[in-house]
Protein backbone atom coordinates (compact mmCIF):
# COMPACT_ATOMS: atom_id res chain seq x y z
CA UNK A 1 0.00 0.00 0.00
CA UNK A 2 1.34 3.46 -1.10
CA UNK A 3 0.44 6.03 1.39
CA UNK A 4 2.21 8.93 -0.04
CA UNK A 5 2.76 9.36 -4.07
CA UNK A 6 3.98 12.48 -5.72
CA UNK A 7 3.74 12.08 -9.40
CA UNK A 8 5.54 14.83 -11.27
CA UNK A 9 5.04 17.27 -9.07
CA UNK A 10 6.58 20.99 -10.01
CA UNK A 11 6.22 24.12 -7.75
CA UNK A 12 6.87 27.61 -8.69
CA UNK A 13 7.42 30.64 -6.81
CA UNK A 14 6.71 33.98 -8.51
CA UNK A 15 7.72 37.51 -7.60
CA UNK A 16 7.03 40.17 -9.59
CA UNK A 17 9.79 40.12 -12.30
CA UNK A 18 9.94 36.36 -12.96
CA UNK A 19 9.13 33.04 -11.65
CA UNK A 20 11.38 30.38 -10.22
CA UNK A 21 10.94 26.50 -10.65
CA UNK A 22 11.84 24.97 -6.95
CA UNK A 23 10.33 21.96 -7.12
CA UNK A 24 10.67 20.53 -10.80
CA UNK A 25 8.76 17.16 -11.95
CA UNK A 26 9.25 14.90 -8.46
CA UNK A 27 7.77 11.68 -8.47
CA UNK A 28 8.25 9.96 -5.63
CA UNK A 29 6.24 7.39 -3.21
CA UNK A 30 6.49 6.21 0.37
CA UNK A 31 4.86 3.10 1.09
CA UNK A 32 2.51 2.97 4.24
CA UNK A 33 4.61 2.98 7.86
CA UNK A 34 7.46 3.43 5.46
CA UNK A 35 9.93 6.06 6.04
CA UNK A 36 11.46 7.66 3.29
CA UNK A 37 14.77 10.96 3.64
CA UNK A 38 14.96 13.69 1.27
CA UNK A 39 18.26 14.57 1.33
CA UNK A 40 19.82 17.62 -0.41
CA UNK A 41 20.90 21.17 -0.01
CA UNK A 42 19.79 24.60 0.50
CA UNK A 43 17.95 25.98 -2.59
CA UNK A 44 17.60 22.04 -4.10
CA UNK A 45 13.35 22.42 -2.95
CA UNK A 46 13.42 19.77 -0.57
CA UNK A 47 11.54 22.31 1.88
CA UNK A 48 9.30 23.29 -0.82
CA UNK A 49 8.14 20.06 -1.88
CA UNK A 50 7.82 19.20 2.43
CA UNK A 51 5.38 22.32 2.32
CA UNK A 52 3.53 21.06 -0.89
CA UNK A 53 3.17 17.44 0.88
CA UNK A 54 1.73 19.13 3.55
CA UNK A 55 -1.18 21.31 1.78
CA UNK A 56 0.90 24.44 2.85
CA UNK A 57 2.16 25.20 -0.98
CA UNK A 58 -0.18 24.39 -4.11
CA UNK A 59 1.51 22.68 -7.02
CA UNK A 60 1.78 24.33 -10.35
CA UNK A 61 1.44 20.72 -11.75
CA UNK A 62 1.35 17.01 -10.84
CA UNK A 63 -0.68 15.38 -8.07
CA UNK A 64 0.25 14.45 -4.37
CA UNK A 65 -1.96 10.94 -3.45
CA UNK A 66 -2.65 9.82 0.16
CA UNK A 67 -3.88 6.53 0.47
CA UNK A 68 -4.50 6.71 -3.52
CA UNK A 69 -6.62 9.77 -3.09
CA UNK A 70 -4.85 13.22 -4.56
CA UNK A 71 -4.96 16.11 -2.45
CA UNK A 72 -4.75 19.13 -3.29
CA UNK A 73 -3.43 22.55 -1.45
CA UNK A 74 -7.07 23.17 -0.63
CA UNK A 75 -7.59 19.90 1.98
CA UNK A 76 -10.59 19.55 4.97
CA UNK A 77 -9.95 19.32 8.75
CA UNK A 78 -9.33 15.89 8.39
CA UNK A 79 -6.85 15.45 5.61
CA UNK A 80 -4.83 18.21 7.60
CA UNK A 81 -5.00 15.93 10.55
CA UNK A 82 -3.56 13.44 8.34
CA UNK A 83 -0.56 14.66 7.43
CA UNK A 84 1.41 16.72 10.43
CA UNK A 85 4.68 18.90 9.81
CA UNK A 86 7.54 18.76 12.50
CA UNK A 87 9.36 21.88 11.69
CA UNK A 88 13.27 22.86 12.14
CA UNK A 89 12.40 25.03 14.73
CA UNK A 90 9.90 24.30 17.53
CA UNK A 91 10.44 27.38 19.10
CA UNK A 92 8.77 29.61 16.17
CA UNK A 93 6.11 26.71 15.91
CA UNK A 94 5.13 27.07 19.62
CA UNK A 95 2.86 29.94 20.93
CA UNK A 96 5.72 31.71 23.20
CA UNK A 97 2.25 32.78 25.89
CA UNK A 98 0.69 28.94 26.10
CA UNK A 99 1.18 26.56 28.27
CA UNK A 100 2.32 23.20 26.90
CA UNK A 101 -0.97 22.15 28.41
CA UNK A 102 -3.09 25.57 26.49
CA UNK A 103 -1.36 24.03 23.01
CA UNK A 104 -2.29 20.71 23.17
CA UNK A 105 -5.56 21.05 25.04
CA UNK A 106 -6.60 24.19 22.41
CA UNK A 107 -6.09 21.35 19.61
CA UNK A 108 -7.58 18.38 21.17
CA UNK A 109 -11.31 20.11 21.73
CA UNK A 110 -10.88 22.68 18.19
CA UNK A 111 -10.79 19.13 16.79
CA UNK A 112 -12.83 16.77 18.94
CA UNK A 113 -10.25 14.25 19.35
CA UNK A 114 -11.74 13.35 22.68
CA UNK A 115 -14.37 13.84 24.60
CA UNK A 116 -14.32 16.87 27.40
CA UNK A 117 -13.27 15.03 30.27
CA UNK A 118 -10.94 13.49 28.86
CA UNK A 119 -8.56 16.09 27.31
CA UNK A 120 -6.53 16.51 30.29
CA UNK A 121 -5.50 12.27 30.67
CA UNK A 122 -4.60 13.02 26.59
CA UNK A 123 -2.58 15.57 27.80
CA UNK A 124 -0.38 13.53 29.85
CA UNK A 125 -0.17 10.86 27.70
CA UNK A 126 1.30 12.77 24.57
CA UNK A 127 3.71 13.94 26.95
CA UNK A 128 4.77 10.66 28.13
CA UNK A 129 4.53 9.37 24.54
CA UNK A 130 8.24 11.97 24.08
CA UNK A 131 9.31 11.05 27.01
CA UNK A 132 8.45 13.75 28.84
CA UNK A 133 7.23 14.41 31.88
CA UNK A 134 3.85 15.32 32.50
CA UNK A 135 4.71 17.92 35.17
CA UNK A 136 5.97 20.01 32.26
CA UNK A 137 2.38 20.61 31.18
CA UNK A 138 1.76 23.36 33.20
CA UNK A 139 5.40 25.30 31.52
CA UNK A 140 5.57 27.88 28.61
CA UNK A 141 7.83 27.06 26.17
CA UNK A 142 11.02 29.20 26.63
CA UNK A 143 11.12 27.08 29.84
CA UNK A 144 12.27 24.30 28.06
CA UNK A 145 15.78 23.19 26.53
CA UNK A 146 15.75 22.67 22.62
CA UNK A 147 15.51 18.93 22.68
CA UNK A 148 12.78 19.57 25.14
CA UNK A 149 10.85 21.93 22.52
CA UNK A 150 11.35 19.80 20.22
CA UNK A 151 9.50 16.91 21.65
CA UNK A 152 6.68 19.02 22.29
CA UNK A 153 6.59 20.33 18.74
CA UNK A 154 6.22 16.31 18.16
CA UNK A 155 3.86 15.95 20.85
CA UNK A 156 1.63 18.48 19.22
CA UNK A 157 2.07 16.94 16.04
CA UNK A 158 1.19 13.43 17.56
CA UNK A 159 -1.84 14.83 19.02
CA UNK A 160 -4.20 15.10 16.01
CA UNK A 161 -3.66 11.50 15.02
CA UNK A 162 -1.65 11.70 11.80
CA UNK A 163 -0.75 8.93 9.62
CA UNK A 164 2.05 11.00 7.49
CA UNK A 165 4.48 12.80 9.55
CA UNK A 166 6.59 15.06 8.04
CA UNK A 167 9.89 16.18 9.47
CA UNK A 168 11.52 19.14 8.07
CA UNK A 169 15.57 19.19 9.69
CA UNK A 170 14.15 18.38 13.34
CA UNK A 171 17.27 18.24 14.57
CA UNK A 172 19.76 20.37 12.96
CA UNK A 173 19.19 23.11 15.57
CA UNK A 174 20.30 20.85 18.27
CA UNK A 175 23.13 19.91 20.12
CA UNK A 176 24.81 16.38 19.05
CA UNK A 177 23.60 14.63 22.18
CA UNK A 178 20.16 15.82 22.22
CA UNK A 179 20.01 15.10 18.35
CA UNK A 180 20.73 11.70 18.94
CA UNK A 181 18.27 10.98 21.38
CA UNK A 182 15.78 13.10 19.81
CA UNK A 183 16.28 10.81 16.37
CA UNK A 184 15.74 7.62 18.51
CA UNK A 185 12.73 8.56 19.87
CA UNK A 186 11.43 9.91 16.59
CA UNK A 187 12.24 6.08 14.77
CA UNK A 188 10.79 4.77 18.21
CA UNK A 189 6.75 6.51 17.32
CA UNK A 190 7.10 5.98 13.97
CA UNK A 191 7.36 2.35 14.44
CA UNK A 192 4.73 2.15 17.22
CA UNK A 193 2.27 4.39 15.68
CA UNK A 194 3.01 2.83 12.11
CA UNK A 195 3.76 6.47 10.58
CA UNK A 196 4.29 7.17 7.46
CA UNK A 197 7.66 9.21 8.04
CA UNK A 198 9.33 11.68 5.25
CA UNK A 199 12.00 12.94 6.30
CA UNK A 200 14.33 16.23 5.47
CA UNK A 201 17.26 16.79 6.01
CA UNK A 202 20.75 18.28 4.56
CA UNK A 203 22.51 15.27 7.50
CA UNK A 204 23.21 12.44 5.73
CA UNK A 205 24.17 10.77 9.22
CA UNK A 206 19.89 11.86 10.73
CA UNK A 207 18.66 10.22 7.60
CA UNK A 208 21.07 6.89 7.70
CA UNK A 209 19.80 7.00 11.70
CA UNK A 210 16.01 7.35 10.48
CA UNK A 211 15.24 6.36 6.75
CA UNK A 212 14.65 3.05 5.19
CA UNK A 213 14.89 5.19 1.82
CA UNK A 214 16.64 7.74 0.72
CA UNK A 215 16.01 10.38 -2.03
CA UNK A 216 18.36 12.97 -3.33
CA UNK A 217 17.56 16.18 -4.43
CA UNK A 218 19.66 18.89 -6.55
CA UNK A 219 18.25 21.69 -8.07
CA UNK A 220 14.61 21.16 -8.26
CA UNK A 221 14.89 17.47 -9.07
CA UNK A 222 15.09 14.22 -7.75
CA UNK A 223 18.83 12.65 -9.03
CA UNK A 224 18.20 9.49 -6.93
CA UNK A 225 16.10 7.41 -4.95
CA UNK A 226 17.82 4.12 -3.21
CA UNK A 227 17.57 1.75 -0.26
CA UNK A 228 19.39 3.37 2.08
CA UNK A 229 21.98 0.58 2.27
CA UNK A 230 22.60 0.70 -1.45
CA UNK A 231 22.94 4.22 -1.24
CA UNK A 232 25.14 4.80 1.26
CA UNK A 233 27.48 2.25 -0.01
CA UNK A 234 27.17 2.27 -3.47
CA UNK A 235 25.33 5.73 -4.70
CA UNK A 236 24.74 6.04 -7.96
CA UNK A 237 24.96 9.58 -8.94
CA UNK A 238 27.69 11.62 -9.36
CA UNK A 239 26.12 14.40 -7.19
CA UNK A 240 25.22 11.60 -4.12
CA UNK A 241 28.85 10.88 -4.47
CA UNK A 242 29.91 14.29 -3.86
CA UNK A 243 27.65 14.39 -1.07
CA UNK A 244 28.80 11.73 0.84
CA UNK A 245 32.57 12.17 -0.28
CA UNK A 246 32.01 15.75 1.81
CA UNK A 247 30.94 14.52 4.90
CA UNK A 248 33.11 14.65 7.42
CA UNK A 249 33.33 11.20 9.25
CA UNK A 250 35.07 10.46 12.63
CA UNK A 251 38.15 8.63 11.99
CA UNK A 252 36.85 5.20 13.30
CA UNK A 253 33.08 5.49 12.27
CA UNK A 254 33.34 5.47 8.93
CA UNK A 255 36.47 4.63 7.02
CA UNK A 256 39.70 6.95 6.53
CA UNK A 257 39.40 10.84 6.87
CA UNK A 258 39.02 12.43 3.86
CA UNK A 259 42.64 12.78 2.29
CA UNK A 260 44.49 16.29 4.42
CA UNK A 261 48.07 15.69 3.91
CA UNK A 262 48.97 18.65 6.29
CA UNK A 263 47.66 16.31 9.17
CA UNK A 264 48.61 13.16 8.00
CA UNK A 265 52.18 14.67 8.17
CA UNK A 266 51.49 16.29 11.15
CA UNK A 267 50.58 12.48 13.03
CA UNK A 268 52.31 10.35 11.33
CA UNK A 269 51.65 6.62 12.27
CA UNK A 270 48.26 8.02 13.80
CA UNK A 271 48.09 6.68 17.27
CA UNK A 272 47.28 3.99 19.60
CA UNK B 1 57.31 36.60 28.99
CA UNK B 2 56.65 36.31 25.65
CA UNK B 3 55.21 33.33 23.19
CA UNK B 4 56.83 32.25 19.82
CA UNK B 5 55.46 34.20 16.83
CA UNK B 6 52.33 32.25 16.13
CA UNK B 7 52.36 30.87 19.53
CA UNK B 8 49.13 30.69 21.66
CA UNK B 9 49.56 30.15 25.26
CA UNK B 10 46.32 30.35 27.72
CA UNK B 11 46.61 29.54 31.59
CA UNK B 12 43.67 29.66 34.19
CA UNK B 13 41.31 31.13 32.45
CA UNK B 14 38.28 32.53 33.99
CA UNK B 15 35.78 34.18 32.79
CA UNK B 16 32.59 34.74 34.57
CA UNK B 17 28.64 36.77 34.12
CA UNK B 18 27.50 38.25 37.33
CA UNK B 19 26.40 35.59 39.13
CA UNK B 20 28.27 32.52 37.48
CA UNK B 21 31.77 31.14 36.52
CA UNK B 22 31.26 30.43 32.30
CA UNK B 23 34.99 29.40 32.18
CA UNK B 24 37.11 27.98 34.62
CA UNK B 25 40.65 27.29 34.88
CA UNK B 26 41.13 26.51 31.19
CA UNK B 27 44.91 26.10 29.99
CA UNK B 28 45.97 25.13 27.02
CA UNK B 29 49.13 25.99 24.28
CA UNK B 30 49.14 26.37 20.60
CA UNK B 31 52.36 25.83 18.58
CA UNK B 32 53.23 27.99 15.85
CA UNK B 33 51.30 26.12 12.57
CA UNK B 34 49.48 24.28 14.40
CA UNK B 35 45.61 23.63 14.10
CA UNK B 36 43.90 23.10 17.90
CA UNK B 37 40.20 22.01 18.06
CA UNK B 38 37.99 23.17 21.07
CA UNK B 39 35.05 20.63 21.05
CA UNK B 40 31.58 20.94 23.24
CA UNK B 41 27.77 21.27 23.33
CA UNK B 42 25.90 24.83 23.92
CA UNK B 43 26.97 26.15 27.10
CA UNK B 44 30.37 24.37 27.65
CA UNK B 45 32.44 28.22 27.33
CA UNK B 46 34.20 26.73 23.96
CA UNK B 47 33.11 30.23 22.60
CA UNK B 48 33.83 32.52 25.34
CA UNK B 49 37.35 30.95 25.57
CA UNK B 50 37.31 31.93 22.07
CA UNK B 51 36.17 35.49 22.92
CA UNK B 52 38.50 36.14 25.61
CA UNK B 53 41.91 35.40 23.32
CA UNK B 54 40.04 37.89 20.97
CA UNK B 55 39.68 39.94 23.86
CA UNK B 56 35.84 40.95 22.80
CA UNK B 57 34.54 39.15 26.24
CA UNK B 58 30.27 39.40 24.65
CA UNK B 59 28.42 41.84 27.19
CA UNK B 60 27.77 41.17 30.81
CA UNK B 61 30.99 38.87 30.96
CA UNK B 62 34.51 39.43 32.08
CA UNK B 63 37.77 37.42 32.21
CA UNK B 64 38.12 37.18 36.05
CA UNK B 65 41.79 35.82 35.91
CA UNK B 66 44.23 33.79 34.05
CA UNK B 67 46.71 34.51 31.28
CA UNK B 68 46.65 35.16 27.61
CA UNK B 69 49.46 35.27 25.52
CA UNK B 70 49.24 35.53 21.74
CA UNK B 71 52.47 35.97 19.36
CA UNK B 72 50.93 37.93 16.68
CA UNK B 73 47.81 39.16 15.50
CA UNK B 74 44.48 37.42 15.57
CA UNK B 75 41.56 36.90 13.05
CA UNK B 76 38.43 35.99 13.91
CA UNK B 77 35.86 33.79 11.42
CA UNK B 78 32.56 33.85 12.86
CA UNK B 79 29.72 31.18 12.32
CA UNK B 80 27.24 33.28 10.59
CA UNK B 81 28.87 35.26 7.17
CA UNK B 82 25.73 37.10 7.22
CA UNK B 83 25.88 38.65 10.44
CA UNK B 84 29.59 39.24 9.90
CA UNK B 85 29.51 41.31 6.67
CA UNK B 86 27.69 44.70 6.76
CA UNK B 87 24.90 44.03 4.27
CA UNK B 88 25.17 47.91 3.29
CA UNK B 89 28.30 47.79 1.76
CA UNK B 90 30.35 46.36 -1.02
CA UNK B 91 32.30 43.11 0.11
CA UNK B 92 35.31 44.67 -1.69
CA UNK B 93 34.97 47.82 0.56
CA UNK B 94 34.71 45.45 3.61
CA UNK B 95 38.05 43.66 3.34
CA UNK B 96 39.52 47.00 2.25
CA UNK B 97 39.01 49.13 5.14
CA UNK B 98 39.79 46.08 7.11
CA UNK B 99 42.96 45.74 5.52
CA UNK B 100 43.45 49.90 5.85
CA UNK B 101 42.86 50.03 9.16
CA UNK B 102 45.60 47.41 10.32
CA UNK B 103 48.51 48.22 7.89
CA UNK B 104 47.99 51.81 6.70
CA UNK B 105 48.65 52.76 3.30
CA UNK B 106 46.49 53.87 0.75
CA UNK B 107 42.83 53.02 -0.99
CA UNK B 108 44.23 51.87 -3.46
CA UNK B 109 47.14 49.57 -2.21
CA UNK B 110 43.89 48.55 0.16
CA UNK B 111 42.05 47.84 -2.63
CA UNK B 112 44.60 46.05 -4.37
CA UNK B 113 45.10 43.90 -0.85
CA UNK B 114 41.35 43.42 -0.91
CA UNK B 115 41.63 41.48 -4.45
CA UNK B 116 44.63 39.62 -3.43
CA UNK B 117 42.94 38.31 -0.09
CA UNK B 118 39.62 37.90 -2.03
CA UNK B 119 41.62 35.91 -4.57
CA UNK B 120 43.82 33.91 -2.43
CA UNK B 121 40.46 32.75 -0.63
CA UNK B 122 39.13 31.78 -4.05
CA UNK B 123 36.31 33.72 -4.35
CA UNK B 124 35.36 32.93 -7.87
CA UNK B 125 35.33 35.66 -10.06
CA UNK B 126 37.40 37.90 -7.39
CA UNK B 127 37.76 40.93 -9.49
CA UNK B 128 33.92 41.44 -10.36
CA UNK B 129 32.55 40.05 -6.76
CA UNK B 130 34.56 43.12 -5.51
CA UNK B 131 31.62 45.29 -5.72
CA UNK B 132 28.55 42.38 -5.16
CA UNK B 133 26.63 43.30 -1.83
CA UNK B 134 26.71 40.34 0.83
CA UNK B 135 23.28 39.13 -0.15
CA UNK B 136 24.41 38.69 -3.57
CA UNK B 137 27.07 36.04 -2.59
CA UNK B 138 26.04 32.50 -1.91
CA UNK B 139 26.60 31.26 1.26
CA UNK B 140 29.67 29.60 1.04
CA UNK B 141 30.86 32.43 -1.14
CA UNK B 142 30.16 35.10 1.96
CA UNK B 143 32.34 32.74 4.49
CA UNK B 144 34.77 32.83 1.96
CA UNK B 145 34.68 36.57 2.47
CA UNK B 146 34.28 36.94 6.01
CA UNK B 147 38.10 34.15 5.76
CA UNK B 148 38.99 37.19 3.96
CA UNK B 149 38.58 39.56 6.32
CA UNK B 150 40.07 37.88 8.95
CA UNK B 151 43.32 37.14 7.10
CA UNK B 152 43.29 41.31 5.96
CA UNK B 153 45.10 41.85 9.40
CA UNK B 154 47.64 39.77 8.12
CA UNK B 155 47.01 37.57 11.58
CA UNK B 156 49.29 34.73 12.98
CA UNK B 157 46.62 32.78 14.29
CA UNK B 158 43.36 32.34 13.06
CA UNK B 159 40.09 31.82 15.45
CA UNK B 160 37.36 29.89 13.78
CA UNK B 161 33.78 29.48 16.04
CA UNK B 162 31.74 27.57 14.42
CA UNK B 163 32.75 28.19 10.56
CA UNK B 164 31.04 25.76 8.91
CA UNK B 165 27.89 24.79 10.83
CA UNK B 166 25.45 27.80 8.63
CA UNK B 167 26.71 25.70 5.28
CA UNK B 168 25.23 22.92 3.46
CA UNK B 169 27.72 19.27 3.06
CA UNK B 170 29.99 20.23 0.31
CA UNK B 171 30.34 24.25 0.58
CA UNK B 172 31.74 22.96 4.56
CA UNK B 173 34.06 20.44 3.15
CA UNK B 174 35.40 23.13 0.41
CA UNK B 175 35.64 25.90 3.52
CA UNK B 176 37.57 23.26 5.52
CA UNK B 177 39.59 22.44 3.14
CA UNK B 178 39.84 26.60 2.04
CA UNK B 179 41.36 26.69 5.96
CA UNK B 180 44.00 23.70 5.99
CA UNK B 181 45.58 24.98 2.66
CA UNK B 182 45.74 28.60 4.33
CA UNK B 183 47.31 27.13 7.12
CA UNK B 184 49.79 25.53 5.11
CA UNK B 185 50.66 28.44 3.25
CA UNK B 186 50.50 31.03 5.37
CA UNK B 187 51.65 29.29 7.94
CA UNK B 188 48.89 30.13 10.43
CA UNK B 189 47.69 28.88 13.98
CA UNK B 190 44.41 27.80 14.04
CA UNK B 191 41.61 27.56 16.90
CA UNK B 192 38.60 26.00 15.67
CA UNK B 193 35.83 25.36 17.86
CA UNK B 194 32.95 23.60 17.22
CA UNK B 195 30.02 21.32 18.36
CA UNK B 196 30.46 18.71 15.69
CA UNK B 197 33.52 16.03 16.58
CA UNK B 198 33.89 14.92 13.11
CA UNK B 199 34.30 18.66 11.58
CA UNK B 200 36.96 19.06 14.21
CA UNK B 201 39.00 15.44 13.02
CA UNK B 202 38.58 17.24 9.96
CA UNK B 203 41.12 20.25 11.01
CA UNK B 204 42.57 19.93 13.76
CA UNK B 205 45.01 17.77 14.98
CA UNK B 206 44.70 18.42 18.62
CA UNK B 207 41.66 18.39 20.17
CA UNK B 208 40.22 19.76 23.61
CA UNK B 209 37.28 18.85 25.23
CA UNK B 210 35.01 21.80 27.10
CA UNK B 211 31.96 21.27 29.09
CA UNK B 212 30.43 23.13 32.17
CA UNK B 213 33.21 25.31 31.56
CA UNK B 214 36.41 23.26 31.91
CA UNK B 215 38.73 21.20 30.05
CA UNK B 216 37.82 17.66 30.61
CA UNK B 217 40.09 16.06 28.08
CA UNK B 218 42.63 16.60 25.81
CA UNK B 219 44.97 15.57 23.22
CA UNK B 220 45.88 14.33 19.51
CA UNK B 221 42.58 13.88 17.90
CA UNK B 222 43.14 10.42 16.78
CA UNK B 223 43.70 9.44 20.42
CA UNK B 224 40.86 11.64 21.49
CA UNK B 225 38.48 10.07 19.24
CA UNK B 226 39.71 6.35 19.13
CA UNK B 227 39.89 6.25 22.95
CA UNK B 228 38.24 8.65 24.80
CA UNK B 229 39.66 8.79 28.30
CA UNK B 230 36.83 10.75 29.54
CA UNK B 231 33.11 9.32 30.04
CA UNK B 232 32.05 12.73 28.32
CA UNK B 233 34.41 12.25 25.83
CA UNK B 234 32.67 9.21 24.87
CA UNK B 235 29.13 10.33 25.52
CA UNK B 236 30.09 13.31 22.97
CA UNK B 237 31.75 10.86 20.71
CA UNK B 238 29.22 7.86 20.77
CA UNK B 239 26.27 10.84 19.68
CA UNK B 240 28.01 10.97 16.41
CA UNK B 241 25.81 9.11 14.05
CA UNK B 242 27.60 7.56 12.12
CA UNK B 243 27.43 7.61 8.06
CA UNK B 244 28.49 4.18 6.42
CA UNK B 245 31.51 3.72 4.55
CA UNK B 246 30.96 4.24 0.52
CA UNK B 247 32.74 1.69 -1.12
CA UNK B 248 35.88 2.57 -3.00
CA UNK B 249 34.85 0.41 -5.68
CA UNK B 250 31.63 2.16 -7.18
CA UNK B 251 33.99 5.57 -7.46
CA UNK B 252 32.80 7.57 -10.67
CA UNK B 253 36.08 8.51 -11.78
CA UNK B 254 36.78 12.06 -13.74
CA UNK B 255 33.70 13.65 -11.24
CA UNK B 256 34.04 16.14 -8.61
CA UNK B 257 31.83 18.98 -6.89
CA UNK B 258 32.35 22.08 -8.55
CA UNK B 259 34.92 24.23 -7.02
CA UNK B 260 35.40 21.65 -4.57
CA UNK B 261 39.59 21.89 -3.48
CA UNK B 262 42.15 19.39 -3.32
CA UNK B 263 45.44 20.34 -2.91
Excluded at chain 2, 72 to 89: C, E, H, W
Excluded at chain 2, 124 to 132: C, K, N
Aim: glycine share 8%; charged share 25%.
Amino acid sequence: MTAVRITDAVVTYRTRRESTVAVDGVDLEIASGGSLGIVGESGSGKSTLARAVCGALPLASGSIAFDGETWGARRSPAQRRAVQLVPQDPYSSLDPRMTVRQTLSELLRVHRLVPRGEVATRCAELLRLVRLDPDALDAYPHQFSGGQRQRIALARALAVEPRVLVADEPTSALDVSVQASVVELLVRLQHELRLTLLFISHDLAVVNATCERVAVMHRGRVVEVAERDVFFAAPRDPYSRALLEAVPRLPDAGGPLAADPARDESNPGGSS
Amino acid sequence: MSVAPGALRVRGLQVRSDSRLLVDDVSFAVDPGEALGIVGESGSGKSLTLRAILGLPPRGVRVTGGEIEVGGRVGMVFQDPLTALDPLSRVGAQVASASRAARGGSRAAARAHALELLEQVRLPDAARRLRAYPHELSGGQRQRVVIALALASGPAILLCDEPTTALDVTVQREVLDLLSRLRRERELSIVFVSHDLPVVAAVCDRVLVMTGGRVVESGPTLDVVRSPRHPYTRSLRDAVLPVPPLSAAAATPGVSPEGKERS
